[in-house]
DNA sequence: AAAACGGGGTG
DNA sequence: CACCCAGTTTT
């Protein structure tokens, strides 16, 4: 694979920090970083937009101040503080990752690209944002907005996602990456793809690299980079009790690997209301009225609930695939991790108990 | 190499 | 409604 040399690496490097320095936003782990916030706040982005990441990183800054503060936080506490923001596997790595760096390092992060990327949650990207942002490596990175400014920037039309498109891509990050402030250049092609080089409206008359820029040149830019194929998302039927007693609301917490791994939620079984009752009956919950009807949308699954009030008939027996079944007396206080599908399964159920014809919310 | 994994903003 | 976001891990 022939690397790409109609755009001089120097220049590029100088027109783009140029750009940075003045259009760069303010953003909390910006300033002075160490390698805690900017390890934190990549975890919180993998996936995740700035806005919504800003108030969950300064929520996690102020209760766990060091690495050391996170490490000997409970799990449940930090699925707690995680609640909403998605990606929930997220919160277990990061907290197996500060005890790592406790353990294994001393309470420091390490500034080696292979040791960051043993650490659990961080991968090839976050690696490189580690050593390049918080310790000046010349270490490049590639995320969804250098993806696409790249492919634009270089006519690359491997689809994205696929192996190949993934070494021309990085190849090409290698390649242009600074001796000389390689952290601001990282973040700079990432601001570019955020601000500039959009997916929908690239303004390329903003653009500081357009005069050099393949896909603009061809009149090219809206059909780079080539989109990853795209599964239709399944759908699932969901039968879920909500059961009040006198300590609380009846919770389950879902196994630790997998969809909303550790979190809690009201038992839902699969199937119909048939099913569903059986299932529910060999627990020792017997289902109520029907209070409502919820679909919850993920990326790839769509999950249509139906919301049932429940009852405990002596005593709780296990409910696979739960973990643990438990009365929990205030489910939203923080000590324990909520999806936010959970919260609208309660909410229904809340909703519904003072007014009755409330029915799908949103 | 492909699929799983959340939730919300945007056009 | 479709797309996509400062990706990682497992299969």
């Given at each position: 694979?022939k690397?790409?040399?109609?755009?001089?690496?120097?220049?590029?490097?100088?027109?783009?920090?140029?750009w940075?320095d003045?259009?760069?936003?303010?953003?909390?782990?910006?300033?002075?970083?160490?390698?805690?916030?900017?390890?934190?706040?990549?975890i919180?982005?993998?996936?995740?937009r700035?806005?919504?990441?800003v108030?969950?990183?300064?929520r996690?800054?102020?209760?766990?101040?060091?690495?050391?503060?996170?490490?000997?936080?409970?799990?449940?506490?930090?699925?707690?503080?995680?609640?909403?923001?998605?990606?929930?596997?997220?919160?277990?790595?990061?907290h197996?990752?500060?005890q790592?760096?406790?353990?294994?390092h001393?309470?420091?992060?390490?500034?080696?690209?292979s040791?960051?990327?043993?650490?659990p949650?961080?991968?090839a990207?976050?690696?490189?944002?580690?050593?390049?942002?918080?310790?000046?490596?010349?270490?490049?990175?590639?995320d969804?907005?250098?993806?696409?400014?790249?492919?634009?920037?270089?006519?690359?039309?491997?689809?994205?996602?696929t192996?190949?498109?993934?070494?021309?891509?990085?190849?090409?990050?290698?390649?242009?990456?600074?001796?000389?402030?390689?952290?601001?250049?990282?973040?700079?092609?990432?601001?570019?793809?955020?601000?500039?080089?959009?997916?929908?409206r690239?303004r390329?008359?903003?653009?500081?690299?357009?005069?050099?820029c393949?896909?603009?040149?061809?009149?090219?830019?809206?059909?780079l980079?080539?989109?990853?194929?795209?599964?239709a998302?399944t759908?699932?039927?969901l039968?879920?009790?909500?059961?009040?007693?006198?300590?609380?609301?009846?919770?389950?917490?879902?196994?630790?690997?997998?969809?909303?791994?550790?979190?809690?939620?009201?038992?839902?079984?699969?199937?119909?209301?048939?099913?569903?009752?059986?299932?529910l009956?060999?627990?020792?919950?017997?289902l109520?009225?029907?209070?409502g009807?919820?679909?919850?949308?993920l990326t790839?699954?769509?999950?249509a609930?139906?919301?049932h009030?429940?009852?405990?008939?002596?005593?709780?027996r296990?409910?696979?695939?739960?973990?643990?079944?438990?009365?929990?007396?205030?489910?939203?206080g923080?000590?324990?991790?909520?999806?936010t599908?959970?919260?609208?399964?309660?909410?229904?159920s809340?909703?519904?108990?003072?007014?009755?014809?409330?029915?799908?919310?949103?």
């Open positions: 694979m690397a790409p040399d109609d755009l001089a690496p120097r220049w590029f490097a100088q027109a783009l920090l140029a940075f003045a259009h760069r936003r303010a953003l909390p782990w910006r300033g002075s970083p160490d390698a805690y916030g900017v390890w934190l706040s990549e919180m982005l993998q996936q995740t700035v806005d919504t990441v108030p969950y990183y300064l996690f800054l102020e209760r766990y101040p060091t690495v050391a503060a996170l490490a000997e936080a409970p799990l449940d506490e930090v699925l707690g503080a995680w609640s909403g923001l998605g990606y929930y596997r997220r919160a277990r790595s990061l197996a990752a500060a790592a760096v406790v353990d294994r001393g309470g420091s992060f390490p500034r080696e690209l040791a960051l990327r043993a650490l949650g961080v991968g990207y976050t690696a490189g944002a580690i050593a390049s942002i918080a310790f000046g490596e010349r270490t490049p990175l590639v969804g907005n250098v993806a696409r400014v790249l492919s634009r920037l270089f006519a690359l039309g491997d689809p994205l996602g192996s190949a498109s993934d070494r021309a891509l990085w190849a090409t990050a290698e390649r242009l990456v600074p001796d000389e402030r390689p952290g601001d250049f990282n973040q700079a092609l990432m601001e570019l793809g955020a601000t500039v080089c959009t997916p929908d690239p390329c008359e903003r653009c500081p690299v357009a005069e050099r393949r896909a603009r040149l061809e009149g090219r830019e809206l059909e980079p080539v989109p990853r194929a795209r599964k998302p759908r699932l039927r039968v879920a009790a909500v059961v009040r007693g006198p300590d609380g609301l009846l919770l389950a917490r879902r196994p630790a690997g997998g969809l909303y791994g550790g979190l809690w939620e009201p038992p839902m079984v699969e199937g119909g209301l048939r099913e569903a009752k059986a299932t009956a060999e627990a020792g919950v017997s109520g009225a029907k209070r009807a919820i679909e919850h949308v790839h699954r769509r999950l609930i139906v919301v009030s429940g009852r405990v008939d002596g005593t709780i296990a409910l696979a695939p739960y973990e643990e079944l438990a009365f929990v007396s205030d489910p939203e923080g000590a324990i991790g909520l999806s599908m959970a919260k609208r399964v309660l909410s229904i809340t909703v519904e108990a003072t007014s009755p014809r409330a029915g799908r919310r949103r």
